[in-house]
C-alpha cells in the first residue's frame, strides 16, 4: 500500500492554492486540465486533476455536484489508481465522494468494495491512525444500508485494529475530520446518543482542538 507521502501532501497544497486564489484561477484550472491530458503516465498529474474539481465542486454554494463534473473526478481518480493501485489517499478521497453522493447516484457496490479493499490493504502493512478513516465511512455507509449492528461492527473492528493519536498537526486534517464529523452528525440526528459518543471518542483523539468533538 502506499502510505501518504510528502509529495501527496504538496500536491494537497497546491490544489488549495488554486482553488482559493482570486487571481488567474481559471487560467490554473486550465493549464492543469491540459497537462493531465498530456501526461497520462503520470500519477500526480491525475491525482491533483481529480483532486482539484473535488474540491471546487465541494467549495461551492450549491451542494449538488452536476454529474459532468462526478464523471471529471471519478475518470482521473481511477485513472490514478490504475497508475498506482494502492494510492491510500486517492482511494480515501474517492470513497468520501461515493458517499457523499445522492443515492440515487451513489454505486453502494463499488464503494463497499473500494472499503474493503482498503481495510484489508492496511491490514498487511504497518497500522497508521488515519487508517481508522476508511472505518468510519464503512460504519457510516453500513448504517444507512445495512443498519446499526452491522456500523456497530465495523465501528468495533476499528477501535481493536488502528491505534489513535492526534492528527491535530497533520495539514490532512480538514479531509481526516470531515467523515468523522459527518458520521457522528449524522447519528446525533437519528437520536443515537449512546453510539455516537464511541464516535465523538475516536473524533476528540484525533482532533483534540476540534469543538464539534469536545
Known amino acids: 500500500m502506499r502510505y501518504i507521502m510528502e509529495e501527496d501532501i504538496d500536491i494537497v497544497k497546491t490544489i488549495n492554492m488554486i482553488c482559493n486564489t482570486p487571481i488567474n484561477k481559471d487560467k490554473l484550472c486550465e493549464n492543469l486540465r491540459l497537462q493531465y491530458l498530456k501526461r497520462k503516465d503520470d500519477y500526480k498529474t491525475a491525482f491533483s486533476y481529480g483532486l482539484l474539481n473535488f474540491m471546487l465542486a465541494t467549495k461551492t454554494k450549491d451542494t449538488t455536484i452536476g454529474s459532468e463534473k462526478i464523471e471529471i473526478i471519478f475518470n482521473s481518480f481511477n485513472h490514478a489508481l490504475e497508475l498506482v493501485p494502492q494510492y491510500w489517499l486517492v482511494q480515501m478521497f474517492k470513497a468520501i465522494l461515493l458517499l457523499e453522493l445522492p443515492e440515487v447516484m451513489r454505486n453502494d457496490r463499488e464503494l463497499e468494495e473500494l472499503l474493503?479493499?482498503?481495510i484489508k490493504q492496511q491490514k498487511e502493512c504497518e497500522p497508521k491512525a488515519y487508517f481508522i478513516i476508511p472505518y468510519i465511512i464503512y460504519a457510516d455507509f453500513s448504517y444507512s444500508t445495512k443498519g446499526k449492528d452491522a456500523s456497530y461492527?465495523?465501528?468495533?473492528?476499528?477501535?481493536?485494529t488502528v491505534p489513535l493519536y492526534s492528527l491535530e498537526k497533520n495539514y490532512l486534517k480538514p479531509y481526516f475530520c470531515m467523515p468523522i464529523r459527518n458520521y457522528y452528525k449524522r447519528l446525533l440526528r437519528s437520536g443515537e446518543n449512546e453510539y455516537s459518543e464511541r464516535v465523538k471518542?475516536?473524533?476528540?483523539?484525533?482532533?483534540?482542538?476540534e469543538k464539534v468533538f469536545q
Open 153 to 160: 461492527e465495523v465501528l468495533s473492528e476499528a477501535e481493536k
Open 201 to 209: 471518542k475516536i473524533g476528540s483523539i484525533l482532533f483534540p482542538n
Open 116 to 118: 474493503l479493499q482498503m
